[in-house]
Structure formats: structure tokens, C-alpha cells
């Protein structure tokens, strides 16, 4: 597995898995039919934030993340992040070595600590991967995820310093 920074040719690989996993509606707080333009608009960045890959031995774009500051201005020492594995590979390990890379590139990159700003809870395979790796939840939002099958949810804010 190797990491690297995300280029306009990674799109339509990042796009195949993306789609789907904001489709699905349970674990991210986009709408579910988003437009590719808006996907590629939201997750794609340029410096200083940062879109990265995640690259199979095959070759294969398998996850991504992208950071970026937080809040503008004063709030930008601050990073915000977020990732996605390709469901076909859950399981693999690939999301915590994501996360621990993106984590050490956030660190280079300057910021001090990492925020999340909408881990939905009944996301329990992320939210123990994020905790596993230091994050705390700062507090829960009550109701504020409309879960397709749960009903309303909470979203986690979760914070760790760099």
C-alpha cells in the first residue's frame, strides 16, 4: 500500500467507490445523489488543504482523505478531514493506515490538532478506528444525522491534538 497526493486522474477511481458510499446515506452527511461536479468540487483541493490516495499493490486507487483547515483565518491551525475506503475492501486495514498517514501529513503540513466535525455514532467501525488512534469525542450532536434505517442520529465532535 502506498499514499499519495490525489491527481485529476484519480477522479473517476475516487469517483466509483465515493458515489456509492454517499448513496448508501448512513455514514456521510452529504446528500445522497450528489452531482459528481459537487463531489469532485468538495473533495478535490488544492494547497494548503490536501486530497490523498490510497494505491493497492495493483495499482488500484482503493480509499482517499482529504484535510483542509477547519475555519478560515484564525481557526486555520486547526485541520478537518475526511475519508472514505472503497466497500469492497472494508476490512482490510486500508482506512487505519489512511488515517495514520493523513494524521503524520496534517502534523507536516503544520496544523496543531484534527478535528471532525460530523462522525455519525452508529458508525461504530469508524468511530473505534478514530478513538483507536487517539481522537476523543468532544461532544455528541443529539438527532442532528437522519440515518436512512435508524432514524435521527447523533454526530460525534471529535478532536486530537497534532
Known sequence: MRFR???AEDWPHIW???????ADGTTFTWEPDVSEATARARWMHEPPARTIVAIDDAGRVVGTSETHPNQ????SHIANAGFMVDSDRAGAG??????????EQARADGYRAMQFNAVVETN???VELWRSLGF?????VPEAFHHPEK??????LMYQRL
Do not use: K, N, Q
Request: hydrophobic content about 35%; cysteine-free.
Open 124 to 126: 461504530t467501525r469508524a
Open 136 to 140: 476523543s469525542i468532544l461532544t455528541t
Open 94 to 103: 486500508i482506512g487505519r493506515r489512511l488515517a495514520e498517514y493523513t494524521i
Open 72 to 75: 478560515p483565518g484564525p481557526g
Open 16 to 22: 466509483r467507490f465515493l458515489r456509492r458510499i454517499v
Open 151 to 156: 432514524g435521527y442520529v447523533g454526530l460525534h
Open 5 to 7: 497526493d490525489a491527481t
